[in-house]
C-alpha cells in the first residue's frame, strides 16, 4: 500500500507560481512512475506531468501541451518526493491537482494510487 499526500495548493494571481509536492509513503520504489492529474469542476481529470525512471540516474519526463514550458516536474528519491514547479499561471489552470503513482509502465498507462488532492485556484 502506497499513501500519497500533497502540499503546496493556493490561492495567486494569474502569472504567479506554485510548487505542488507530493510525499509516498508506504510500499514504494525510486523507481515507480509518479505523476500529476488535474480536475477543474465540470470537467473530466485530465494529465498534467509525469516522470519515470529510463536508466541509471535518468528520467523521463512528460507534460500535457496545456502545461509545456510553464510546468516542470521532478522527483526527490532521497526524500520520496515528487514536485510540480508551476509557473505563469493562468486562471485555466484553476483546479484540484491529484498527485499519482503506479506500480508498473506510466501514470498515463495507468494508476495505482491517488493523493487526496490539493487545490490551485488563478485568479485573473
Known amino acids: 500500500q502506497v499513501q500519497l499526500v500533497e502540499s503546496g495548493g493556493g490561492l495567486v494571481p494569474a502569472g504567479g507560481s506554485l510548487r505542488l509536492s507530493c510525499v509516498a509513503s508506504g510500499r514504494t520504489f525510486s523507481s515507480y512512475p509518479m505523476g500529476w492529474f488535474r480536475q477543474a469542476p465540470g470537467k473530466e481529470r485530465e494529465f498534467v506531468a509525469g516522470i519515470r525512471w529510463s536508466g541509471p540516474g535518468i528520467y523521463y519526463v512528460d507534460y500535457a501541451d496545456s502545461v509545456k514550458g510553464r510546468f516542470t516536474i521532478s522527483r526527490d528519491n532521497a526524500k520520496n518526493t515528487v514536485y510540480l514547479q508551476m509557473n505563469s499561471l493562468k486562471p485555466e489552470d484553476t483546479a484540484v491537482y491529484v498527485c499519482?503513482?503506479?506500480?508498473?509502465?506510466?501514470?498515463?498507462?495507468?494508476?495505482?494510487?491517488w493523493g487526496q488532492g490539493t487545490q490551485v485556484t488563478v485568479s485573473s
Open positions: 499519482a503513482a503506479a506500480t508498473r509502465g506510466d501514470v498515463r498507462g495507468g494508476v495505482d494510487y
